[in-house]
Each structure stands twice: as C-alpha cells, then as structure tokens.
C-alpha cells in the first residue's frame, strides 16, 4: 500500500472524529496525515525503513506522535473486523513507527521528513514540474482552519482563495491535500478547490443535524 492510501485513510478517519466532535483528536490526524504528503508515492514499508533512519529535529509543538497511537490502534481494529487485512498490515507498520519514535512531536516529523525528500531530490528537478508558492498554501491552510465551522467567514475565505491569482492548479491541489486529503495531482483547480468547500460543507450538515436532534426535530 502506498503512503497516500494511509494519509487518505486517517483523512477520512479525522472526518469521522469531527463529526463526533472530537476536534483535538481530529486535528492530531490531520496534521500527521499532512506530515506524509511529501512521500506520498512511497510504499509503507519503505516509508517505514525511511522513518528509521530518520534525523528528527527539536520542535516546540507540544503535539507528540505517541499521542497518534490510540487513535490508529482503534482504526486497525476497526479495519481488523470488516476484513481489510492489506490495510491492516500496513497502518500496524505505521503505527510500530509511531510508537517507535512516539516522544517527537508531530511538527518535528514533519519538517524532518520535508527534508528528507528535499535531499532525497536535490540534483534531480522533475521535467516540466511546476514551482509551488509554499508560504502560500501555508498561510490559506491556517487560515483555513481557524474559519472551519464558522460559515460565513469560512465562504468569505473561500471566495477569497479561489480570486487569488496566485493559487494556480498547483497550490489547489497542494491545500487540498493538507486540508482534507490525498488529492491526485493532476485534479484541476476549480475541483481541488471544491474539496476545500466539501470538508466545511461536512462539518456544516453535521452541526445542523446535531442541532435538530437536540432540539427533538428532523433536519431540513
């Protein structure tokens, strides 16, 4: 199994827990799926052989990988009762690494492996790629957090990305992978960027629907 496959399977993972309104556990997801988007055409096990040699760096995120482990734990017995032994083998190859390197923060993983790609890279610039405004995607994905579940600040936002000029098809697909997950990269800019209104628009039936229950009515 590839490593998009998992990143997109704890993408959908963290879905579910935002819909249970687990937001903490949902965002300790997310940023680790984010983290694996760099070796994203990697197999598991070689993504894993990689983790074991990797030079993890100090960081002051307070967000450690040991906390991941739980939460996979349960997704492999999940995955363990409906048959998904493929799948299981390899998330319990992820999480052997999670707990393996478990007292490094999440932020430190992710920037250790954004540099093992670099170096892995460097020397070799792919034919025709397209150069990706980083800060960019960095700064909208933030903001794009800040404003999930707020409505109306997150379509002001949203309005706001899709007339910047500067997120060509390359920052779509980029934010749309870290936001909501795996997206392929050939996907055009206006669908990457409808994925960024999907993960909201989730969020915003869920609420409502919750709301109705409550209140002892049907949604509408």
């Known amino acids: ?38 070796v994203r055409s990697e197999s598991i096990s070689r993504f894993a052989d990689v983790c074991s040699r990797l030079s993890l760096p100090h960081s002051s995120d307070p967000e450690r990988l040991g906390e991941l482990a739980p939460l996979i734990e349960a997704l492999v017995q999940l995955l363990e009762e409906v048959g998904k032994p493929e799948i299981v083998g390899d998330l319990r190859r992820l ?11 999440i932020g430190g993983f992710a920037t250790a492996v ?5 170096s892995a890279s460097k020397g070799q610039p792919r034919k025709g790629a397209a150069p990706m405004d980083r800060s960019l995607v960095d700064g909208y994905l933030k903001r794009l957090e800040a404003a999930l579940g707020d409505d109306a600040a997150f379509r002001d936002l949203f309005r706001e990305i899709d007339g910047d000029k ?7 697909v980029e934010l749309a992978s870290r936001f909501l997950g795996p ?28 709301e109705s229950i409550r209140r002892g009515r049907p949604a509408a």
């Open 95 to 105: 999480l052997a690494v999670i707990r393996e390197r478990g007292d490094i923060s």
């Open 166 to 172: 500067r997120v060509t098809r390359v920052e779509a």
């Open 183 to 210: 997206t392929p990269p050939a996907t055009s800019r206006p669908k990457a960027l409808q994925r960024l209104l999907h993960r909201h628009q989730k969020l915003m039936d869920f609420k409502r629907s919750s």
């Open 1 to 38: 199994m590839k490593v998009a496959t998992a990143a997109l399977a704890l993408a959908r993972y963290a879905d579910a827990l935002e819909r249970a309104e687990a937001f903490a556990a949902a965002a300790r997801l997310r940023a680790f799926a984010e983290a694996l988007q760099p």
């Open 114 to 118: 954004r540099k093992h790609v670099a």
